[in-house]
């Protein structure tokens, strides 16, 4: 049996245990309690948001084709005073942008034989006819046509219609489509090489070109 004296020595003991615990659960309670009171006092405010959601930015086009897949409708070979042919390619804008097309002459070369007396400049003895017809004609259907390079010189056009600047379409015989139109006209050209001997054995070559530029 345990005396009473050693039952006194072991009392302090359990009341320094019994006290470190309420101290802990005490230190335990009080955290629980300032959490609380953070999330409460991050919680108590009036809040409002707006936005401009989904921006987008895309790019409008500008295109231009024709039916002869930019190959050439003309390879005369061979030709003598009075020949002469006419071709017709239709050209289509279908941008989704408003456009200005102009037409014009590129990448010329020539090589003159000089025989003769005179110009022996190919370029010079070949006459040009250049008509366009409506918007939704086609070479099929031209219906009415209307003269836009009247009967000159084909070296004539080419030193008259550069580039876009000052090509067709730049002052007169405008052609300014709507974006999304989708519009198609037909163009006649017609030549015929004049009677002059001193065109033997020469050469010309031209690029006839389209320009469309958004407006």
């Known amino acids: 049996m345990e005396s009473p004296s050693a039952a006194r020595s072991h009392r302090p003991r359990q009341r320094r245990s019994r006290g470190v615990r309420l101290r802990g659960a005490g230190v335990v309670i009080g955290l629980l309690v300032s959490a609380a009171l953070v999330w409460q006092s991050s919680q108590a405010a009036f809040t409002a948001t707006t936005d401009n959601a989904d921006n987008v930015w895309s790019a409008g086009t500008v295109t231009l084709t024709d ?16 020949d002469s042919d006419s071709k017709c390619v239709e050209v289509t804008y279908a941008g ?27 370029g010079n003895r070949i006459n040009l006819t250049v008509q366009r017809g409506a918007v939704g004609a086609t070479c099929a259907a031209q219906g009415p046509l209307t003269t836009i390079y009247a009967s000159g010189p084909l070296d004539t056009f080419r030193s008259s219609y550069t580039g876009y600047a000052n090509g067709i379409g730049s002052s007169t015989h405008t052609w300014t489509p709507a974006g999304g139109s989708g519009e198609a006209r037909p163009y006649v050209f017609s030549w015929t090489l004049t009677d002059f001997n001193d065109a033997q054995g020469d050469t010309y070559e031209i690029d006839f070109v389209w320009e469309a530029r958004n407006t």
């Open 96 to 122: 989704s942008l408003a456009a200005d097309i102009r037409l014009y002459g590129a990448n010329h070369s020539n090589v003159d034989q000089t025989l003769g007396a005179g110009n022996g400049h190919l």
């Open 67 to 82: 039916n002869i897949a930019g190959t050439a409708w003309f390879n005369a070979t061979g030709i003598k005073p009075g």
